[in-house]
């Protein structure tokens, strides 16, 4: 069946210090691969995704993400954290044929302290 | 409009109760996207359209969920006689055509079933 994992429910960084939020997929084919915030009462925004090519991705607000298909994996990255990136975070697949039928990891929930 | 709109933001029904949620989609956007994302998880697919085709709806979870998009803009997702199980965000998303890539999703309605 296909999945998308996020092993980590909640992460705490300091401000400054690095993030890697971490992404499994187990999925037939490659799957598109996407990475979501959402702040409380908000929708989800579209950090980046990754579809083929360079395995390693830039997307907004400083993130990047690398494709890593030996490891079924696609981590979130920023190299420092800022106050404001206190979120939930959504890792999400989806079949190339359609790519808004997404499933969805059940989130990681990253808090920053001062 | 600017974004994917949703109304109600809240809705609070009675258990038995029948509830519609409307969504009205970036214009032009051909296609659009229920999703439900309970409580401490990812959202969940319910259904998908195309125009006013509904091309998938694999994911409501029981007879009780319908949507409609009768003119290829806004939808309703129609739950009848709510359960307490139902109590959710119900996201929606749209998508500019099939080619596209990205999916951009409102802010969701708070449903609570008491």
């Known amino acids: 069946a296909q999945s998308v994992t996020q092993p980590d429910i909640h992460i705490t960084v300091s401000e400054g210090a690095s993030l890697e939020l971490r992404c499994n997929y187990s999925y037939g084919a490659t799957p598109y691969l996407f990475w979501y915030v959402q702040s409380p009462g908000q929708g989800l925004q579209l950090l980046l995704k990754?579809?083929?090519?360079?395995?390693l991705v830039q997307g907004i607000k400083g993130f990047e993400a690398e494709f890593k298909r030996s490891q079924s994996s696609f981590n979130l990255r920023k190299p420092s954290v800022h106050w404001s990136d206190a979120a939930e975070y959504f890792c999400?697949?989806?079949?190339?044929?359609?790519?808004?039928?997404?499933?969805f990891g059940q989130g990681t929930t990253l808090q920053v302290k001062p | 409009g600017a974004g994917v709109s949703q109304s109600p933001r809240y809705k609070v029904a009675k258990r038995g109760q029948d509830v519609a949620l409307r969504c009205d989609p970036i214009?032009?956007?051909?296609?659009l996207f229920w999703y439900q994302q309970a409580l401490g998880q990812g959202p969940e697919f319910l259904t998908y359209?195309?125009?006013?085709?509904?091309?998938?709806k694999s994911g409501l979870p029981s007879d009780r969920f319908f949507a409609e998009r009768p003119e290829g803009s806004v939808s309703t997702l129609k739950i009848q006689r709510t359960q307490q199980e139902d109590s959710a965000v119900y996201l929606c998303?749209?998508?500019?055509?099939?080619?596209?890539?990205?999916?951009?999703f409102g802010q969701g309605t708070r449903l609570t079933v008491v």
């Open positions: 359209f195309q125009n006013e085709a509904q091309l998938d």
């Open positions: 998303a749209s998508r500019l055509t099939e080619l596209n890539t990205e999916a951009f």
């Open positions: 214009s032009g956007h051909v296609s």
């Open positions: 999400a697949g989806g079949p190339r044929s359609n790519t808004g039928k997404l499933i």
């Open positions: 990754y579809f083929s090519g360079d395995t």
